[in-house]
């Protein structure tokens, strides 16, 4: 009877952790859309002119919405199969959160004007520390068997591969874009959807 008290109420905290979690993401995305400027013109031409001036906010736009979104995603797959909760994974899931909440202003900073190694590393360093958190909350989980027990150890390591590919990919960009200095850094980020497709097959081949 004591185990399955335990069992209910473990499942219940992490149940209100997600909810928690989902809230937080909720907020990001809006603060993340409440940002975008609004284009103005008296005529089609003037408007489409507009668009065309803020055509980099709304491209950074799209790629925090799908940055957030995957990470949103990411903790989508792995908590259902999380029965209890310790402290340490609770920090270290609000350390992931405030990393998803600094996502809007550092979407602001990297469409300022300026200092673009400062402010594309500003960015970067955000999907670092989001990537390599979330990485600690997937080890948390599997070293202190935080899981079910029926829970396929398979998407704890895909998910743990893609946190780990992500950071490095981010963190590799950083001093490429001080070196360069120019917008060619964010070449760098194009490697990210190759490593993690390489990193798939490689699974897939694991038996």
Not at 55 to 82: C, D, M, N, Q, T
Not at 141 to 160: K, M, N
């Amino acid at each position: 009877m004591t185990t399955q008290t335990d069992h209910a109420i473990g499942k219940a905290a992490a149940e209100r952790l997600t909810t928690f979690v989902d809230a937080v993401i909720a907020i990001a995305l809006t603060l993340l859309a409440l940002d975008l400027p609004i284009p103005h013109g008296d005529t089609t031409a003037a408007m489409l002119s507009s668009i065309s001036a803020h055509g980099k906010e709304y491209i950074a736009f799209a790629l925090s919405f799908a940055v957030i979104s995957a990470h949103w995603r990411a903790h989508h797959e792995i908590f259902p199969y999380v029965r209890s909760l310790n402290g340490r994974l609770i920090s270290l899931t609000l350390g992931w959160l405030f990393m998803q909440v600094l996502m809007p202003f550092a979407t602001r900073v990297i469409t300022a004007e300026g200092a673009l190694p400062l402010r594309f590393s500003l960015y970067a360093t955000v999907q670092v520390l989001a990537s390599a958190s979330f990485a600690l909350i997937i080890r948390e989980i599997r070293r202190e068997h935080l899981y079910r027990t029926d829970g396929p150890p398979r998407v704890f390591a895909q998910s743990l591969t893609r946190s780990i590919c992500l950071a490095a990919v981010f963190g590799v960009s950083i001093p490429v874009s001080f070196l360069t200095e120019d917008a060619g850094a964010y070449l760098c980020w194009l490697v990210a959807p190759i490593a993690l497709a390489i990193a798939r097959r490689v699974q897939d081949r694991e038996p």
